[in-house]
């Protein structure tokens, strides 16, 4: 199946995310648990054009980090949650890594590819939340 058609084949589930979702829950805890820092949820639930209900974008402070951060979220959610991703990208690049989750879309970055993209900005119209210790 080519990416196109994959592409379009996307939907977001009929069940719409709330913060208090337990994979919502279970990403944030999972980020906490490998000191991933600035943790922002953007509630994408009212903009139509939005492709999930909720990104979630926090940051690495180094490449280790960053891959540690991924691989826990895909760890707890899928032993707490019983869902795997349905995308992963970035795993090679080191700067960005996104995990996406159809409804939840997890981006962990290092610094500068944070400030550089500023996604929150991009989104600015959605509701934001952070998440911080």
């Given at each position: 199946?080519?990416?196109l ?38 509630d994408l ?35 707490k ?5 349905y ?8 700067q ?38």
């Open positions: 199946m080519n990416n058609t994959v592409l379009n084949n996307r939907t977001k589930s009929l069940t719409r995310l709330t913060r208090n979702s337990k994979l919502f829950k279970t990403i944030i805890e999972a980020i906490h648990d490998k000191k991933g820092e600035n943790i922002i949820s953007l639930r009212k903009i139509p054009e939005a492709v999930a209900d909720f990104f979630v974008i926090c940051q690495a402070n180094n490449n280790n980090q960053l891959r540690a951060i991924a691989d826990n979220i895909d760890k707890e959610v899928f032993e949650c019983k869902e795997s991703p995308k992963h990208e970035g795993k090679q690049a080191e960005w890594i996104l995990i996406d989750f159809v409804n939840i879309v997890v981006h962990i970055m290092l610094p500068e590819p944070r400030k550089f993209y500023q996604l929150e900005e991009l989104w600015s119209d959605a509701p934001s939340m952070e998440h911080n210790d």
